[in-house]
């Protein structure tokens, strides 16, 4: 028999929607089936697998104990402290019950806000999948954020509990996380009664009495805990997870248990092609949707060894994340396109220093992967490189190449485009004034999904549905779709290519950054009357902020005020956020009705011409940007 063509396959997954996915809820255990597959009567809300009660904790970990409890689920490296730990199945079980006890003995519940604060360390997965187990809700805060970004969102999610420890450490330098913690705290309006601590050991710190709690004494208290897994119905939220947007407020994107667990256990069969008992490899950080997806829930929960990875791909050498792969047997691998720029700066003999017969695929995804590092890596490695473009939003892949479905065809890749639209998202390119959908090839629009969002995508925004309709679902005139943000084309064989934000979020190495938190911050400095922050296209990191400042004394700028600025940054959003370069200008290039012209500013900053300027109120605004960026 021929294979179904993928188109097919895709269509089916829409107008048998139902049908398409009560066959995926088969892969996952449930304790109570669905009644009811999709709920689409209230959009733009859905509700996935109504009525059906599981566990994401279950799924990802005690029914491969009960099977397999000897495998290897959870492999951590550390190349920063120099360590490694393998826990099997039933010792990752051990580990989460005894979280688990620790959590309820806090007086966590179900619905209990849960702030894991964490580096890349075992106990971070530990805390997640605890969560999950007893029906908490964890926000996971990457770690990299300092304490006003981390104040905004311990008083959106009100958390009953945080977890953190002493430290993380980033290419040898040991970074502290305990002071940013307890500042974060008091600038924070909510004050969480308990905070446990994982002691590492790599930086002293305070301990507040009353409040902060020693894990590892409380690991033993706890040792041998048996907590059993709540069964929750399919739309439980089960956790929440904080990204940028066009306001400085954090914004908490809300997921399920029942349509996660099974959204991700079909991608990592038929996007991934994973096969339980191996071993998958992302880079990603677990304050990242990559690393909720595809470092702790989706290898587990297909019973896949999950390798979590503290270090970066150049320390000790360049070579170290493919002697990770030759060690573990890696056979599916998960990174960005900066990391592989990073590596790109070596020597490619290194691609070949270790045997990586293992390695089936390499995915990267997070910002837009150019021809050139696609090339250098696929040359390299000598396996399938998959670009697969996704969102904090959607859970999982919305364009790549799905190489795994039986019977399906496997759509071949095309360099510059991470794909098709894969099965369940009904995606639409539409025109961002009229609404009208683009069906020709390479006409732009923005990338939208019609109603209702599949199984894994998000339910709402955290506490407040009204953003959720009115960000995502009421941007397009006249229709009632999801957004995605993005400028896209496609061509002639349904390839998109995705062409950047349509708003003013950028992407700093993967990293999704809005731009007015950053404003927000700089504008917080003494010395400034105003700033504009811009994302400008970088080699290595694909964007980089830079920031426009005009100074209450212009006779203040210095290249110390620079520097001051930048730390400024630094300490309360986090060194992600810091913009590569602060440039003091007098003016900024605004229209008569005082609107920044952001993008003018960018284009200028980029080389490009910057379009239609008719609006500009004082064109010497721009001038004095071009001079300053040629000096
Ligand atoms: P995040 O929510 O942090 O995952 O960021 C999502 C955004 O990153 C998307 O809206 C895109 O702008 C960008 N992005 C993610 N993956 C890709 C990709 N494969 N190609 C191009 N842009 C991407």
Redesign the pocket.
């Known amino acids: 028999m021929s294979p179904t063509a993928y188109a097919d396959f895709h269509a089916r997954s829409l107008t048998e929607r139902d049908a398409f996915w009560a066959e995926q809820a088969k892969r996952i255990d449930w304790q109570t089936p669905p009644q009811q597959i999709c709920d689409a009567s209230q959009p733009p809300f859905a509700r996935w697998f109504v009525g059906g009660t599981t566990n994401l904790c279950h799924n990802a970990v005690d029914r491969h104990a009960a099977t397999r409890p000897g495998d290897r689920a959870l492999i951590w490296v550390s190349t920063e402290v120099g360590q490694e730990k393998v826990y099997s199945f039933a010792q990752l079980q051990a580990e989460v019950e005894a979280m688990a006890a620790m959590l309820l003995a806090q007086g966590v519940g179900p619905g209990d806000r849960v702030l894991i604060y964490m580096p890349m360390i075992p106990e971070a997965a530990f805390a997640m999948l605890a969560c999950a187990r007893i029906g908490a809700i964890h926000s996971v805060v990457f770690g990299g954020f300092a304490s006003v970004s981390l104040a905004s969102r311990i008083d959106d999610a009100v958390p009953t509990l945080i977890v953190s420890a002493d430290a993380g450490s980033r290419g040898g330098k040991r970074v502290a996380y305990k002071p940013l913690l307890d500042e974060a705290i008091t600038l924070a309006q909510h004050k969480p009664a308990a905070v446990l601590m994982v002691d590492r050991g790599l930086v002293p710190f305070e301990r507040v009495a009353g409040r902060d709690l020693d894990y590892a004494e409380l690991r033993r208290r706890h040792d041998g805990a048996r907590v059993p897994c709540a069964w929750l119905e399919s739309n439980t939220p089960s956790y929440t997870l904080y ?1 940028s947007g066009t306001t400085g407020r954090p914004k908490g994107v809300q997921r399920d248990v029942g349509g996660y667990a099974v959204a991700l256990a079909a991608s990592m069969d038929w996007i991934f092609g994973g096969k339980p008992g191996e071993t998958y490899f992302s880079t990603s950080d677990i304050g ?2 990559v690393g909720h997806s595809y470092i702790v829930y989706g290898p587990l929960i297909h019973g896949m060894a999950t390798l979590m990875y503290e270090g970066t791909p150049v320390n000790p050498d360049a070579a170290v994340l493919w002697s990770l792969v030759e060690k573990y047997q890696v056979t599916v691998m998960f990174s960005a396109p900066t990391a592989v720029r990073v590596l790109k700066k070596h020597d490619a003999v290194l691609l070949k220093r270790h045997d990586l017969s293992s390695l089936r695929a390499l995915f ?6 150019d021809e050139p590092t696609a090339r250098w890596i696929a040359e390299g490695l000598g396996v399938p490189i998959i ?7 959607t859970g999982w892949p919305l364009l790549t190449v799905a190489h795994h479905i039986p019977g399906v065809e496997a759509v071949p890749t095309r360099l510059g485009s ?1 794909g098709v639209p894969m099965y369940g998202y009904d995606v639409k390119l539409l025109d961002e004034q009229t609404g009208v959908e683009l069906t020709g090839p390479d006409q732009k629009g923005v990338l939208a999904i019609a109603h209702p969002l599949p199984p894994g995508a998000l339910q709402t925004v955290w506490g407040d549905d009204a953003r959720f309709v009115n960000t995502y679902w009421r941007s397009i005139p006249g229709r009632e779709v999801y957004s ?3 400028w896209a084309t496609r061509d002639a064989d349904g390839y998109t290519f ?1 062409l ?2 349509t708003d003013d979020v950028i ?1 700093v190495a993967g ?2 950054l809005g731009t007015r938190e950053i404003e927000e911050c700089i504008s917080g400095h003494a010395a400034l009357a105003e700033v504009a922050v811009v994302g400008v296209a970088d080699q290595l990191k694909g964007q980089v902020a830079i920031a426009f400042a005009v100074l209450r004394d212009a006779a203040l700028a210095s290249p110390a005020l620079e520097g001051e600025i930048m730390k400024h940054v630094d300490a309360q959003l986090g060194a992600v956020a810091r913009p590569a370069r602060v440039l003091f200008v007098t003016l900024l290039p605004k229209t008569r009705s005082g609107k920044l012209l952001r993008r003018a500013l960018q284009a200028v900053a980029e080389g490009r011409d910057p379009g239609d300027l008719t609006t500009l109120d004082d064109p010497s605004a721009l001038a004095q940007v071009k001079t300053l960026l040629h000096k």
């Open positions: 990204t990242w949707v990267l995804a997070g910002e837009p992967l670009d697969n473009y996704w969102q904090t939003e991470p995605t943000f993005d995705i950047g934000r992407n990293h999704r």
